[in-house]
């Protein structure tokens, strides 16, 4: 257990919650609120928790099988119609075997879809290389119209799947993981989309995290306090739209930035942030993520540890770039 | 709500002539588009417009009206015409075609705000999963308007067709009438060579469709199959229509060549001039 406190913020984990059940419930809270909710199920519901809304509504469920590519324009279809479909099945395959369809059918029609996409990022562990999504926000985030969505744990991706079905017009895609992580924003931390959110203050340098890594980022700069080192953490839970302020204002005050996803290295968080950094005030960055290659199959700790997705390698980073 | 319908196929057939020579005039204008596909499906398209849909020119946005979802996005130049000639805007604007700026994209794009269009689409095997869509939510709502989706025969190659298939049939979607557009041609020439989509009919009766097939130039046989198909109960209907690419200008009838070819400015005239001639 651990508590970071500032600005009267209190983030502490009292028990650890994967974020898939987060979605799970938000999913059901929404369609509770909303009859317009429709869920869609690509054989996998029990395994992303889609499994909860289900037996909710039973009506409003409907099954396509393993056919991600048709659910996507059946999304889109159902959209257009007035209803707001949720189809969510692992990352690997409702962003990337389907992007031919988020593109046309979704995006460019800019119709309401939400597309969940679970079992994100290398933790996913044994299953190995071909069900870790390690690139779906690259994919995503390079469609015109699409809202990505990456929250840090399980009350987030809660709040993450109500504001996408309530407060969105547009498609917007949901990366979430499978393990039970700290679940440490508690449900009366706003999520508000498409801004960053200030996880802890610090001048020293600023750790800009995403999904599950916001922890390890946490867990990082408290640790590097007891060096006198003051790290500021940010939370960028919507991958796009970006917030643009928060992360300039952070390279301008703490003047350099480390970056942490369970993403490959190009095309996700640390490339959006070098960026805008680039353009509008260029300081060090080092990007901490899978470096351009596949995962392989391990326990999910095993694996975030050999691949560098831990606090101990934020704060190695961190400490070379302030050398 | 619905407009005023034209019953009897005699009066079709001036209709499609002229929305045939929107086609030629605005794919020459634009210098190019897909001539053969839009004058092969005009007659299909003058028939549902004119005559099947539930649908208006003047409340493009009615809840309650049919849908027409076109796949094949290539042949937005006969959706444009169609559209137009129905009313949802001037024929003068078909000039626009493919030009930057207009509502009128080289592919159907909503973005751009053309009043009638249903769907931006364009990359093939997308249209009968947003049909699928459509189907559902009808009748998720209880409400009694039907999808119409057109399809090239060359689309039947994309695997995601055979996806929504299998779907439509799953939810037993009466309310869905897909149309294959089976011209028998495809860019690189013959479907049978590309890539043969036979044994066609059967193929979609595996599948779980009502099948019909219909001479997609006879207005009385495409109104009578379509009401047929769309007097099925519990399966979806899929109609099988033979078409001539480049139907009504005899000297480019069934040429592969004329699939992506525009028709050039100065052979305007003399193709308006066949349509009129036409047997």
Redesign the interface.
Known sequence: MLLIMKNNKRFLNEADKPTRLGFGEGLREAGGVNESV?ALGADITGSVNVNLFKKAFPN?F????I?E???????????????I?VFTTYAVFSAMRTT??L???IC???VHAVIGGAHAGISVGPDGATHQALEDIAVTRALPNMTVFSPCDADQTHLAILAAINKMNGPVYIRFGREKVPNFTGMDYPFHPGKGQLMKEGNDLTIIATGHMVWHALQAAYQMEEKNINARVINIHTIKPIDNEIIIRAAKETGKIVTAEEHQIYGGLGSAITEILSEHYPVPVKIIGMPDSFGESGKPEELMDKYGLTSHNIIKQSLKLLK | MTMKKFTHPSALKPVARNIRESVIRSIANAGSGHTGGSLGLADVFTALYFSIMEHNSKAPHW?DRDRL?LSIGHVAPLLYATLAESGYFPKKELMTLRRLGSRLQGHP???HGLPGL??????L??????????????K??KQQWRVFSIHGDGELQE??VW??A??AA??KLDNLVALVDRNNVQIDGKTDDVMDIEPLAEKWKAFGWKVFQCDGHDFEDILTTYDKAIAVKNKPSVIIARTHMGKGVAEIENDYRWHGKPVAKDQVEKFINALDHEK
């Open positions: 429709i409003r409907y099954s396509l099988g056919a590519q048709n659910a996507a324009g059946v999304s889109a279809g159902m959209a257009l119609s007035g209803l479909p031919d369809q593109r046309i059918s460019y029609n800019n | 809840p979802v794009g909503r973005d249903e769907l931006s689409a364009g990359s095997g997308h249209g009968l999963s947003v049909a699928v869509g459509m189907a559902i939510s009808a998720h709502k695997g995601s996806e929504a299998m779907s799953h939810h």
